[in-house]
Nanobody, 117 residues
Framework: QVQLVESGGGLVQAGGSLRLSCTASGSGFAFSWLTMNWYRQALGNERELVAVIFGAGGRNYADSVKGRFTMSRDNAKNTVYLQMNSLKPEDTAVYYC?????????WGQGTQVTVSS
């Protein structure tokens, strides 16, 4: 079982920055091995994958955030981060942390990011 808790969302002006955090807890897993994902869901839209970080440290990003968002992890703290720079109004969404363990998806509660123009 994995519990995920996100934090760091808020209201920011366009061009600003935010850093989201997601901390994992539970048992039966080694955090350093987990592939961790950030998704987001804007009002009326489907949930979309924003960034992925693999256990070995490799990362992938959605085209819409490349060059602006950076995902990182601190395995000692069981935490992943999403540094979001040059934010745009279209980045407004609820951001969710996700991982999969033994074929089961785990989600955090989400954190709201609102970017004003």
């Amino acid at each position: 079982q994995v519990q995920l808790v996100e934090s760091g969302g808020g209201l920011v002006q366009a061009g600003g920055s935010l850093r989201l955090s997601c901390t994992a807890s539970g048992s039966g897993f080694a955090f350093s091995w987990l592939t961790m994902n950030w998704y987001r869901q804007a009002l009326g839209n489907e949930r979309e994958l924003v960034a992925v970080i693999f256990g070995a440290g490799g990362r992938n990003y959605a085209d819409s955030v490349k060059g602006r968002f950076t995902m990182s992890r601190d395995n000692a703290k069981n935490t992943v981060y999403l540094q979001m720079n040059s934010l745009k109004p279209e980045d407004t969404a609820v951001y969710y942390c996700n991982t999969k363990l033994w074929s089961k998806d785990y989600w955090g509660q989400g954190t709201q990011v609102t970017v004003s123009s």
